[in-house]
């Protein structure tokens, strides 16, 4: 049965996102009083009598001069195209010329169409449904989305709607049970964040790898604000990628726009499998930088640190890119485990690598390493190195893995007081190199027996 896809339209500061969260039921989508905070299509799924459905907020159609407006509008429509279902919100008072406007664009795309007069907060404001009738779209239904008056109705709505939809589709549709388990069971889920600053080129690059231009793109820092779920199938496995807005300094954090941006870059991060750090391969390696690799090894999370925008570089590319490697493994040591890949979000270049790499870091975080491997390694290392002291000798009786994704083992030893820094950091070596635990951040624990 194919996905029902439904898309919230409407100009800008109408409550769109409102109505957004309050269908899937969490708070998803930005809200603030500054028109146009939607600027991205934001996607969620969501179920309607078990049926599973795609919800798209947009961002608002409107006729004043930002310069992200054609963007925000090009997505709209495109919004438009892709939609089963579409919910046309304007506010309990008259028609505005930009609304009688893509009213006559919603009758020429032949989509199924519900008007909503939003804030309606009482019924003395439903006198204003009259006004509709003349577009023949229907009787708009009065709601308030922020109060959840007539929620259930709208609900109601869609469900028949919906089931027009699906009627047909499931009379001709028929799938072998144990081949659509079999498929399942074949894809499996990868979620990655892609992070980094302001305008390094995360939804260029977003928009490279899936194909769909989703994400807006331009050249002013920060228009991405929302999180940006698009998903992509990659041989057997599903990737979930979450593309950020840029986390910046906290001083420089003035919107409460702004603030919760960065605070659902940290949250992608934490619900991620994946993270991808996104550097400017022009720019020098900043603090901000170092603080989202911060959240990313305490969250225990698989990391590629992409050096994008190389399409830039004119000549010296293998030279100038090796240095910018080193200088980074030189500045943050404690992800020197990271694999860096050098991206052209505008010609494709490293992509692939990027994709197999991101499989590769899943496969590592799911590993599952035996105590005898463990014992085996522990035995490797000691014969060539072990350290001494006043206190004595140190011994690792045996070593047990405790968790996977995010990876952690226990150590035993006979004193832990004999576990000096220097060792073990020398153990983490090893045991990365041995087992190429490659992407992949993890914790020894090193315990007295």
């Known amino acids: 049965m194919r996905k029902i896809t439904i898309s919230i339209l409407g100009r800008p500061n109408v409550g769109k996102s409102t109505l957004f969260n309050r269908l899937i039921g969490n708070r998803r989508a930005i809200i603030d009083g500054t028109p146009g905070v939607t600027r991205d299509v934001i996607r969620a799924e969501f179920s309607i009598d078990d049926l599973k459905i795609t919800l798209q907020d947009t961002g608002g159609l409107t006729d004043e001069g930002d310069f992200l407006n054609p963007l925000i509008q090009k997505k709209s429509l495109e919004a438009l195209k892709q939609s089963d279902i579409v919910i046309f919100m304007v506010e309990a008072r008259n028609i505005l010329p930009i609304e009688e406007e893509f009213i006559k664009l919603l009758r ?102 899936t194909g769909v231009d989703r994400s807006i793109v331009s050249n002013i820092p920060g228009t991405t604000r929302d999180i940006i779920d698009e998903n992509l ?6 990737l979930t990628f979450l593309d950020t807005a840029g986390i910046r300094r906290k001083s420089r954090v003035v919107e409460d726009i702004e603030y919760y941006s960065v605070n659902r870059s940290i949250k992608a991060i934490i619900e991620a499998d994946v993270t991808l750090l996104v550097i400017d391969s022009l720019e020098d390696i900043s603090v901000q930088d170092k603080k989202i690799t911060d959240q990313i090894v305490k969250n225990g999370k698989g990391l ?6 190389i399409d830039l570089f004119e ?47 899943k496969k590592n975080l799911n ?42 083992f226990k150590f035993f030893l006979n004193k832990t007081s004999l576990m000096n820094e220097s060792y073990k950091s020398y153990m983490s070596n090893k045991l990365r190199q041995y087992f190429k635990f490659d992407g992949v951040p993890f914790k020894i624990v090193y315990k007295n027996k």
């Open 315 to 361: 000549e010296n590319f293998d030279k100038s890119i090796n240095e910018k490697k080193e200088n980074f493994s030189f500045n943050f040591p404690q992800i020197s485990y990271a694999p860096m890949i050098a991206t052209s979000a505008l010609s494709g270049k490293g992509i692939h690598t990027v994709l197999e790499t991101i499989i590769n870091i």
């Open 233 to 238: 199938d990659y041989k057997g496995y599903k």
């Open 108 to 209: 020429k795309a032949d989509k199924d169409t519900i008007i909503i007069m939003n804030k309606s907060d009482s019924p003395d404001k439903d006198i204003f449904v009259h006004d509709f009738h003349k577009y023949g779209l229907g009787e708009p239904l009065p709601i308030s989305a922020s109060h959840n008056r007539n929620i259930d109705e709208l609900l109601e709505i869609l469900t028949e709607k919906i089931k027009e939809l699906t009627i047909n589709d499931v009379k001709e549709e028929i799938v072998p049970v144990e081949e659509d388990i079999q498929a399942a069971e074949r894809l499996k889920e990868i979620k990655i964040a892609i992070v980094g600053k302001p305008n390094v080129g995360k939804s260029s690059l977003l928009n490279k790898i």
């Open 304 to 309: 590629i640190v992409i050096y994008n925008k």
């Open 367 to 408: 590993r599952k390493l035996s105590t005898s491997e463990l014992n085996n390694f522990i035995q490797e290392v000691i014969r060539k190195y072990t350290p001494s002291s006043k206190q004595g000798v140190l011994r690792i009786f045996y070593g047990v893995q405790t968790s996977v994704s995010p990876v952690e």
